[in-house]
C-alpha cells in the first residue's frame, strides 16, 4: 500500500496554477437570461422595476459622482424595436430591484443634451477601471450590442432594411427570412517574453511615440488561437515564439472584438531582435521591470489605459501596479 501511495505522487506533483486574470471589461454580475428575450421589449418595459442603460455617440449616461447612471424607461420616449434587453439584475442595489430587467437605447442629440443637463457622458475607455462589476459589464454589453445594431441594419444579402427580433439579439432580412446575430471578432493580444524574462513592447504608428503595448491581431479564418499568436509576432516583430500560455480575456467593444491574452516566450535557438513590420509599429523595445518603472515615472513611455486587458497583463509580468507620474 506504501508502495502505492508513493507511486501516486512521484512525478505526479503539478506546477501551482498561475491565478487568472480579472482585467476590467472582464467583470459582470447580470444574469443575461436569455429566455426573456423571447418575450420582447414591450413586456419589459411594461414593468416599472426596468431600466435602461442610455448611449450616445459611443458614451453612457452616467450620474455626476460617475457611476453608470440607470434611467426609468417611462422618463423617455422609447422605441421598442431600438431598445435591446441586456439582462436581469442578480442581486439588489440603491438604483436597481433584484431581478429587474436592464436594457439599453441609443438615443438622439436632442435627448442627450437634455440628459446631460443631469448627469454626465462616460467613456468606456477611461472609466471602466474604476466602475463596479456590474456597470462595467453592463457599459460594455449595452456598447457592443449598440455597435452591432448600427452595422447590421441592412441585410448583406439582398441589401434590405432589417426588423429587430428577440428583444434586439435578432435582425431578420425582410425577403429571406434569414436571421443575424450579433458578432464578435477574437483578437490575440501577447506578452512576449525571452530568457531575461524582459518584456516586448510597441509604438503603433498612429499613437503619441511614447505610447507602448503588447502586440495584437486578429485571428484569421481557419487559424487557432495559439497560432495566431505565432504568426501575429513574427509578422509584426519578425520574432519567432513557441508554447503559447492563455492568460485571461476581455470584451473590447469597439466596434466588436474578443482580446485574448496570452504569454509567450521567445523560441530556443532564434533571435530576439526585433523587427518593426513598419506598416503597423514604429518601434518594438525590450524592457525590464526596473527600465519599463523608470521610463514610467518618467514620462518617456505612457502605458496602455487602466480599462485594456493590455494593462492587465503587463501588471501581470510586472508583480502589481506600475505607478505612473500624475
Known amino acids: 500500500m506504501s508502495g502505492s501511495t508513493h507511486g501516486s505522487m512521484s512525478g505526479s506533483a503539478r506546477p501551482p496554477r498561475r491565478p487568472a486574470l ?7 454580475e447580470l444574469d443575461r437570461d436569455y429566455l426573456s428575450r423571447l418575450g420582447g421589449v414591450p413586456a419589459l418595459l411594461e414593468d416599472p422595476s426596468t431600466r435602461m442603460v442610455v448611449l450616445h455617440e459611443g458614451r453612457a449616461l452616467g450620474t455626476h459622482e460617475g457611476a453608470l447612471a440607470l434611467v426609468d424607461p417611462s422618463t423617455l420616449a422609447v422605441d421598442p424595436d431600438a431598445a435591446v434587453f441586456l439582462g436581469r439584475a442578480r442581486a439588489a442595489s440603491a438604483d436597481l430591484e433584484q431581478g429587474a430587467a436592464v436594457l439599453a437605447l441609443v438615443v438622439s442629440e436632442e435627448d442627450a443634451v437634455r440628459l446631460g443637463e443631469e448627469g454626465s457622458w ?5 472609466v471602466g477601471s474604476l466602475l463596479t462589476p456590474r456597470d462595467a459589464g453592463l457599459f460594455t454589453q449595452a456598447l457592443a450590442l449598440a455597435n452591432w445594431h448600427g452595422s447590421a441594419a441592412f441585410s448583406s444579402a439582398t441589401g434590405e ?12 432580412d425582410p425577403s429571406t427570412g434569414r436571421e443575424s446575430y450579433p ?7 501577447v506578452a512576449v517574453l525571452d530568457d531575461d524574462d524582459r518584456i516586448l513592447l510597441g509604438s503603433n504608428v498612429e499613437w503619441d511615440d511614447r505610447r507602448f503595448s503588447l502586440l495584437a491581431g486578429f485571428v484569421e479564418p481557419g487559424e487557432s488561437l495559439e497560432a495566431a499568436v505565432i504568426r501575429e509576432i513574427f509578422e509584426e516583430a519578425g520574432v519567432v515564439v513557441d508554447d503559447p500560455e492563455y492568460r485571461g480575456s476581455q470584451p473590447w467593444p469597439f466596434p466588436a472584438s474578443l482580446m485574448v491574452g496570452f504569454e509567450a516566450r521567445v523560441a530556443s535557438g532564434t533571435s530576439t531582435v526585433p523587427r ?24 518617456r513611455v505612457l502605458l496602455p489605459g487602466a480599462a485594456s486587458i493590455a494593462r492587465a497583463i503587463v501588471e501581470d509580468w510586472f508583480g502589481g501596479p506600475i505607478e505612473e507620474p500624475r
Do not use: H, K, M
Open 22 to 28: 480579472a482585467p476590467a471589461l472582464s467583470r459582470s
Open 122 to 126: 462616460l467613456d468606456l475607455r477611461r
Open 161 to 172: 432594411a432589417t426588423s429587430v427580433a428577440q428583444a434586439g439579439w435578432v435582425r431578420v
Open 183 to 189: 458578432r464578435t471578432d477574437p483578437a490575440v493580444i
Open 276 to 299: 518593426p513590420d513598419g506598416t503597423e509599429l514604429r518601434e518594438l523595445r525590450w524592457f525590464s521591470r526596473e527600465e519599463l518603472a523608470a521610463d514610467v515615472a518618467a514620462g
